[in-house]
């Protein structure tokens, strides 16, 4: 076991690794806060669809050859995330029909795009490497740690913040409408804050995966707990801890980041699933 | 309260098996590079995959804070040919082998000639020397000098 | 002045009419009945109510102390609430939201005044309790404990009864009419319930080619009376 911890102090020696290891925990928090909200609205696909969004945004970014493609993907990620889930359980096309026209339609023009104009030699790199996020995660600047770490606070502190309106509006929305809170003006937050995640998070398992951070921390909570509040908290408690063991376990191993970090969250909802057989059945 | 400390524990017990793979890897890993070790600044040969992508990255990044130093890495030899002069590589795939990293070297043994004194293409190779960066018109590139192959 | 009052009323929506010309009034205390076939409206004219649908021409007034959101709201249930992952207190508390303003999280009187409607309507044996284990009429009775944290005034019911067993369904009215004989609360419900209507309403509005509005005793003497209450046999 000492050995373990003398292997993992060299690698915290390098930079990079420590860069990862705080942005994974802060992006990890940050989805798996909002991923019960998504869950429960029956939005889980929309991390997947948002990031092949991204994707497009990265793209057209790409082609126009902006140095720093962070902005504009923002932006587009978000306006989708807005027509997605403004109209709440009222829009027009509902949600999983809407998430895929969008989601696959971006994926395929966004590649389109970067294969008539390819801007940079080694193409499916690109296109793989924002896909799965190869190492992404373990390539940041110190800035865009910065950026990651401001991001994340004012999504953390917003969350907490407005905790009490988001539950409100997911468990019933007519009901808050009825008793005067907006409830659009809160589903319009919601979808801003899942954007900015979303492009953040693609950092850390790529476009492919993003669906398993929001997804599996939420679900396997949801087999434990049954208050909303200690479902949030468990939520966020168990998708820190797998990100970061499938950082640690990915760079022992040589493993890819992304997928190992999916890998460690399916165990621990295999866990869950198992203790809340064994629990439920004794503790009401 | 009692099932979140049974939560904890059970995931906790994942660290464990995961970690004792890792520790294995280490053992024989050791056991092969001993050698040379003493005076190489940046080992990266020692390192998993994942690791030496991204340091090889990070060297590409922030060269300035590496120049000079000795480094040793393993990778993929590639080799190109032009007129002008041949380039020889050493490369890094990361996990989706999807891309590649990695850095040019040039021997200090200068009597040795491709393909006879060179390694097989596409095959796994060792490299040491020191690092450096040089312009070929716009682009910067980055290479080991008076390089070694183990 | 009535507490809600509808002149001209038409209801619709994307430019369809569903119903026009409704005209009725609620004052402090009253028990409405709303009634009418599936189809007919009630459901629109219930959120339209609430604030939630736009009338396509008419005026609502609210007067009496009520104010437009100051209305309790028991909705029918969704299949992602029967399912949802929350204690009963968190529900009924979050009934409070409307009062707290700006503030991000609840004040103690908040608080104090969910566990109040919890006590009061029983269920404080099932506070920490997960919604999604109750049964249907412990599910209402937590959704009307919420309405009640909204306000005390109206309560807005719809279809509160459906799905639910015989004697739970008693339960229910008796609950309700407790709350708007002893405590004043006018109470407005959409029901397919005829007799059960009959029983407990003071008013009935009847919605369908023909409009009604008027108390039970008029409703009784009306044409309308024939055909519907006849249907279930005796009154």
């Given at each position: 076991m000492a050995s373990i911890f003398s292997t993992l102090s060299t690698y915290f020696a390098y930079p990079f690794v420590r860069y990862a290891l705080i942005v994974g925990v802060l992006i990890s928090l940050c989805s798996s806060l909002l991923g019960v909200t998504l869950v429960l609205k029956r939005f889980s696909f929309i991390g997947d669809g948002l990031s092949h969004v991204a994707f497009g945004g990265m793209a057209i970014a790409s082609v126009f050859k902006l140095t720093n493609d962070m902005p504009l993907t923002l932006i587009v990620t978000v306006i989708c995330a807005v027509l997605l889930l403004k109209g709440g359980q009222n829009a027009k096309i509902k949600g999983d029909a809407a998430i895929a026209m969008i989601s696959v339609g971006a994926l395929a023009i966004g590649y389109l795009l970067l294969n008539i104009f390819s801007p940079s030699g080694n193409l499916s790199g690109d296109v793989c490497s924002t896909l799965f996020g190869s190492t992404s995660i373990l390539t940041l600047t110190r800035a865009e740690v910065y950026l990651c770490a401001i991001l994340s606070v004012i999504v953390v502190a917003v969350f907490i913040l407005l905790y009490n309106r988001i539950f409100a509006v997911t468990f019933d929305e007519d009901f808050a409408s009825a008793t005067g809170t907006n409830a659009n003006l809160y589903n319009l937050i919601i979808?801003?804050?899942?954007?900015?995640?979303?492009?953040?998070?693609?950092?850390?398992?790529?476009?492919?995966?993003?669906?398993?951070?929001?997804?599996?921390?939420?679900?396997?909570?949801?087999?434990?707990?049954?208050?909303?509040?200690?479902?949030?908290?468990?939520?966020?408690?168990?998708?820190?801890?797998?990100?970061?063991?499938?950082?640690?376990?990915?760079?022992?191993?040589?493993t890819p980041v992304g997928s190992t970090i999916v890998a460690a969250d399916i165990i621990a909802f295999a866990l869950c699933y198992v203790l809340g057989v064994f629990l439920g059945g004794s503790g009401k | 309260m009692k099932k979140f400390i049974a939560i904890i524990l059970a995931v906790f017990f994942i660290i464990p098996l995961v970690a004792c793979n890792g520790k294995d890897e280490e053992k024989t890993e050791d056991n092969n590079s001993s050698s040379v070790s003493d005076s190489i600044d940046y080992d990266l040969s020692k390192l998993s995959t994942t690791m030496a992508y991204s340091q090889v990255v990070e060297m590409t990044n922030n060269s300035s804070k590496y120049l000079g130093k000795r480094v040793k890495i393993t990778g993929t030899f590639i080799v190109e040919e032009t007129p002008q002069r041949n380039y020889y590589s050493c490369l890094i795939n990361d996990q989706t082998a999807c891309c590649g990293v990695g850095f040019e070297f040039v021997l200090?043994?200068?009597?040795?000639?491709?393909?006879?004194?060179?390694?097989?293409?596409?095959?796994?190779?060792?490299?040491?020397?020191?690092?450096?960066?040089?312009s070929e018109g716009e682009n910067t590139y980055y290479e080991l000098i008076d390089a070694v192959l183990l | 002045m009535a507490q809600l009052t509808c002149r001209n009323l038409t209801l619709g929506y994307d430019g369809k009419i569903v119903r026009e010309n409704l005209n009725f009034e609620v004052n402090e205390g009253d028990y409405l009945c709303i009634i009418g076939e599936n189809g007919s409206g009630k459901s629109t004219l219930m959120k339209t109510i609430l604030g939630l649908k736009s009338p396509m021409s008419g005026t609502i007034t609210y007067g009496d102390g009520l104010k437009e959101k100051e209305i309790g709201y028991l909705p029918q249930q969704t299949t992602i609430q029967k399912d949802f992952p929350a204690s009963v207190y968190e529900i009924v508390l979050s009934g409070c939201l409307s009062k707290i303003g700006t503030?991000?999280?609840?004040?103690?009187?908040?608080?104090?005044?969910?566990?109040?409607?919890?006590?009061?309507?029983?269920?404080?044996?099932?506070?920490?309790?997960?919604?999604?284990?109750?049964?249907?009429?412990?599910?209402?009775?937590?959704?009307?404990?919420?309405?009640?944290?909204?306000?005390?005034?109206?309560?807005?019911?719809?279809?509160?009864?459906?799905?639910?067993?015989?004697?739970?369904?008693?339960?229910?009215?008796n609950l309700i009419e407790t709350l708007n004989k002893e405590n004043g609360t006018t109470v407005i419900m959409i029901s397919h319930d005829i007799k059960s209507a009959l029983n407990y309403a003071t008013h009935i509005l009847h919605i369908g080619d023909d409009i009604f509005f008027g108390t039970k005793e008029e409703y009784l003497e009306s044409k309308f009376a024939n055909v519907f209450a006849g249907k279930d046999g005796e009154e």
């Open positions: 979808a801003i804050i899942i954007a900015v995640i979303i492009v953040l998070a693609m950092n850390l398992v790529g476009s492919l995966l993003i669906s398993a951070l929001v997804i599996f921390p939420a679900l396997s909570a949801m087999r434990l707990f049954k208050s909303f509040k200690s479902v949030t908290v468990c939520s966020a408690i168990l998708s820190v801890i797998c990100s970061l063991i499938g950082i640690i376990a990915a760079i022992i191993l040589g | 200090k043994d200068t009597s040795k000639s491709y393909p006879d004194d060179y390694p097989q293409s596409n095959g796994e190779i060792t490299v040491e020397g020191i690092f450096n960066r040089y | 503030k991000p999280f609840y004040s103690k009187k908040d608080k104090d005044m969910a566990d109040y409607q919890i006590n009061r309507l029983g269920l404080s044996a099932l506070k920490k309790r997960c919604y999604r284990e109750l049964s249907g009429g412990q599910q209402q009775r937590v959704l009307l404990a919420r309405a009640l944290c909204a306000t005390e005034k109206m309560i807005l019911l719809d279809e509160p009864v459906s799905g639910l067993d015989p004697k739970v369904a008693d339960d229910m009215y």
